[in-house]
């Protein structure tokens, strides 16, 4: 580990209060392809993570379009930084034209060795609130690795489900998605970076705007049932403009099976609870 231990900041906590504006959402629905929800409507599933940024100035950023760490989250020094999964619970839908709160908590912090060097994991819980309610609960996992080349090829076909969909994720598609997000992180956008620095072969897919698609992708091909819990783990990158598909299966009464991935193999696995 650093000098400095990342353990210190398991316990660590911070509040954000937003506002589902409609000049946002309107934003992410021309991005998704979807309908703009009026005041009151519900949010479609994990439109939430466009919301409760804490924005920082340029000067405030690291190399990757990161803000620098060591303020909220613990320092990585010389790690490149990957969304890798996370695990909701869905108690009450999130209303467009409403304010809400989220207060995040760093509950762990655990370094490994994995087949691409030493990786450091830590999770985050997120508990979204409206109306003095708790609407959404959320463990995200973050992890930091050593500059090593990403793993490309998955060791996992693709499955033949009860719905699919095919995406091509166009470069204009991952600018707007970095943008309503507000995510600075370079690999999506910036293709000499993404390629010279942390040695990609492209943009890379955001994992939460796969996991998005999917999710859309099982709402309408389920269209009566309602989400309890949802719980993905990124296996590989999806690079653009490669397309991808989004597909799924029921695998037991309210319990259903996601998968992302294209001819390359798996790229991202989820599972799904519903009523």
């Known amino acids: 580990m650093s000098a400095i231990d990342p353990r210190a900041w398991i316990g660590r906590s911070q509040r954000i209060d937003d506002a589902f504006n409609h000049c946002l959402l309107a934003r992410i629905a021309a991005t998704l392809g ?69 207060l995040s908590r760093i509950i762990q912090v655990e370094e490994k060795a994995g087949r691409t060097g030493k990786l450091l994991f830590v999770t985050l819980c997120h508990e979204y609130s409206q109306d ?88 309408r091909a389920n269209p009566a049932a309602r989400l309890r819990a949802f719980a993905y783990r990124g296996l590989r990158p999806l690079i653009a403009p490669q397309p991808f598909v989004v597909g799924g299966r029921i695998s037991a009464p309210g319990h259903a099976e996601l998968w992302a991935g294209d001819e390359a193999g798996l790229a991202q696995r989820g599972a799904v609870q519903f009523d």
């Open 34 to 102: 979807q309908a703009t929800p009026a005041p009151g409507e519900a949010l479609p599933p994990l439109w939430h993570w466009c919301f409760f940024q804490q924005p920082q100035p340029a000067s405030a950023l690291g190399a990757d379009g990161h803000p620098a760490r060591g303020g909220f989250l613990p320092p990585a020094d010389r790690r490149n930084r990957m969304w890798a999964g996370g695990r909701l619970e869905f108690h009450e839908p999130l209303r467009a034209g409403a304010e809400a709160s989220c």
């Open 132 to 219: 003095g309610r708790l609407a959404l609960r959320e463990e995200q996992d973050i992890v930091y690795r050593e500059p090593t080349p990403p793993r490309l090829q998955g060791s996992e076909a693709l499955i033949e489900g009860d719905w699919q969909e095919r995406l091509e994720p166009s470069p204009t598609l991952l600018f707007r998605y970095s943008a309503v997000t507000f995510n600075g992180h370079r690999i999506h956008y910036d293709q000499p970076y993404a390629t010279a620095t942390e040695g990609y072969p492209g943009l890379v897919v955001h994992g939460p705007l796969i996991a998005t698609l999917s999710l859309a992708a099982f709402c």
